[in-house]
């Protein structure tokens, strides 16, 4: 899985270069250098096309978990957590994991956990988000390492308003959108929702060897 994970991991940013014309930099420099070069500008990219839709709209389209979710989706595009499937739905079901913890401990009205500190109640809220987060995420097969850090912004106070759950999911939509853009534009098939559907109709397009 590793060195498959690396031939993609290549292949993406080789794909890139070629598609824009700059493949000489993959001759010119060392491969570490290349894929290193292609996780600064992508990544940030990424974030920063998030960033602005968040500052036109004043809305909170980004967050801090979208930077760990944009590090899995160049990094190992076609592994499981990196699907759209695994994105959108560990992302909302942290967000909503966070936000019933906030109900069930009454913390619904209260200033973040930044700003007043952190007391008994915050304690069972961020515990039993992330607990049932990953809990539901291994129940339903969308494991997605970043809705983790999701759960815990939410429940620490940082995003308490439901009426901003569209709006988050809004943001990670935006970031599946870049990556699905920039992963078919360097040839690798990454999925239109689930890497499971993406791998067993290659594998029947595929003639027996």
Not at 120 to 149: D, I, K
Not at 168 to 190: C, D, K, Q, S, T
């Amino acid at each position: 899985m590793g060195i498959r994970n690396e031939r993609l991991r290549w292949k993406l940013a080789f794909g890139l270069l070629k598609a824009l014309h700059l493949e000489n930099l993959a001759q010119r420099y060392s491969r570490k250098t290349v894929l290193a070069g292609f996780n600064l500008i992508n990544g940030g990219l990424s974030i920063a096309l998030v960033a602005f839709v968040a500052l036109i709209t004043q809305e909170a389209f980004i967050f801090p978990s979208l930077g760990a979710t944009a590090f899995i989706l160049f990094y190992i595009p076609m592994a499981q957590p990196a699907s759209p499937k695994n994105t959108l739905c560990g992302h909302l079901i942290g967000a909503l994991m966070g936000l019933l913890s906030l109900y069930l401990f009454g913390l619904q009205e209260q200033s973040s956990a930044f700003l007043t500190g952190v007391d008994l109640p915050r304690v069972g809220a961020a515990a039993l988000s992330l607990g049932l987060t990953g809990c539901l995420m291994v129940l339903f097969n969308v494991a997605h390492p970043p809705a983790g850090a999701t759960a815990l912004i939410v429940s620490l106070g940082l995003m308490p308003d439901p009426a901003q759950l569209p709006v988050l999911m809004a943001g990670v939509a935006l970031l599946l959108v870049h990556a699905f853009a920039m992963n078919r534009l360097a040839g690798i098939p990454y999925p239109l929702w689930s890497t499971e559907t993406t791998t067993a109709g290659s594998a029947a397009s595929s003639p027996a060897q």
